[in-house]
């Protein structure tokens, strides 16, 4: 190890950390208007680049510590060195991929002399990624500055004809999520753009105002919950159908209250709690969230040979609960979006991404998909009972976890082994119905309310409605008893299985 390194630095990475971003220069030649680096870009004491001395020694302790994938950032990563004609760059790509980092890659605005592709050092890169913030220079330029689109979309159709992996970044902006006259949303458009120019996958960052500090310098291109969501959910679609002809890697940004607490262990994804990330800035600061990007917050500092942890109020780790899966802790302070949730930045479902599968996590979410639906059944008339567990029985993707016999004890099983699912009559002999039970489980369960099937000849109309109206429509089902029910009960249980884990 070339740095002294605190113990709890150490302690805190153990044997985690997969990647660096290596923010190596804080300038650049564009000002774009949401940018997240304003504030390091635009005002610095002291140093403005690494120290390529200091950059060789961070890469080799981090990669003895484990990091197999590197990002150099910016600023504008391609202005690191420029007045050596980029020779500090170039060599640095060069020492990393022989210090063994397996995944090379630059983040740059695309603005860079051209002949810079052609450099053997910078040929190393296993990916370039280019910043365009819209499918034509009317959207982009607007945002990120008059010609940028233009010289951006040659350097990619020249890294393209020198066989460069190719991806292209751009921000969801409130011009993204807007249709055109044919009534195709910009954000679709842009996927097809990047398909037309051939580059391999493209990739989204959310603009949102959360009540985190970047919301005070990042421009006025965001958009709202409500409207992502629907947006979110009309591409999240086309990727699962393969509308698409490359990757689409999308962040969801927010989930609903439900949905993560049907799976927290796969919404809670946290950098800070993976502990898999580090990020590095000329001033010598290291942090792990990109949100807090701008701030006094990091985890710690390097200067003068070592690594010293941040014991202080600033660190930004203090505020995070590791023994708990929870929602993005930096955006879920205020706690101000009704019934949705955020999610890490970094959530991006499905993705192919080399530290994201190392991690494994998606297989959080299929093993949730491959866990069974637990039911209850509440009956006093025991031949519709049997019906129903008879049918049950037969579905392997489907537990019976509790079994009742009158109003009294189907409440405490649902309230006691809070399932996912009950079916149950409406009218019970001790005067209990399935709206006074609805409406109990419903105060005392919350988020946990199960979906409620009701087997019963003798639901009032307007009752219908009030459980409706209480617990939404959303699955929850009255069946006639003298109706051939069964094949209806199979149907419901596997149209849950699919809303569920979809």
Known sequence: ????????????????????????????????????????????????????????????????????????????????????????????????????????????????????????????????????????????????????????????????????????????????????????????????????????????????????????FSGNLDITVNDWFKVWEEIEKKVDNKEYKIPVRVPQSFTTKKEFEKNPAYYGYCSCKSRSRILVHPNGMLRVCSLMIGTPYGIARYYDGQIKWDDSPTNELKAHKFDEDTPCTNQFKHNKFGDFVPTCVSFKPKQEELVWKELEWERRRIEKKNSKIKTVIGFTDKVVQDKVIKTIEDLDFVDIIGTAKDGEETYNKIINLKPDMVFMQYNYNNGINGFDMIKKANTHLKLDIPVFNIIDNNVPNEEKHEIIHLIGSKMNSVLEKQDPYEELVKDILKEYREYDFK
């Open 1 to 216: 190890m070339y740095f002294k390194m605190d113990q709890k630095f150490k302690d805190y990475f153990k044997n985690n950390l997969r990647q660096i971003f290596f923010y190596i220069i804080d300038d650049c030649n564009l000002r774009c208007e949401q940018c997240l680096y304003k504030l390091e870009i635009g005002f610095q004491l002291e140093k403005k680049e690494v120290d390529f001395d200091d950059a060789i020694k961070l890469l080799s302790d981090f990669r003895e510590m484990g990091a197999i994938k590197l990002t150099l950032m910016g600023g504008e990563p391609t202005l690191y060195g420029i007045k050596e004609n980029n020779k500090p760059l170039l060599e640095l790509i060069k020492k990393a991929k022989e210090l063994g980092y397996e995944y090379v890659r630059i983040d740059t605005n695309g603005q860079f002399n051209s002949k810079l592709l052609e450099q053997p050092e910078f040929k190393m890169l296993d990916e370039i990624t280019f910043s365009i913030d819209g499918p034509n220079k009317e959207i982009n330029d607007s945002i990120r500055g008059y010609g940028s689109f233009d010289k951006c979309v040659n350097n990619i159709k020249r890294a393209k004809e020198l066989g460069y992996n190719i991806d292209i970044t751009s921000c969801i902006s409130k011009y993204m999520i807007n249709r055109d006259e044919n009534g195709n949303l910009y954000l679709d458009r842009m996927i097809k753009f990047a398909e037309d120019l051939g580059i391999e996958r493209i990739n989204f960052h959310s603009l949102f105002k959360t009540g985190v500090p970047r919301d005070y």
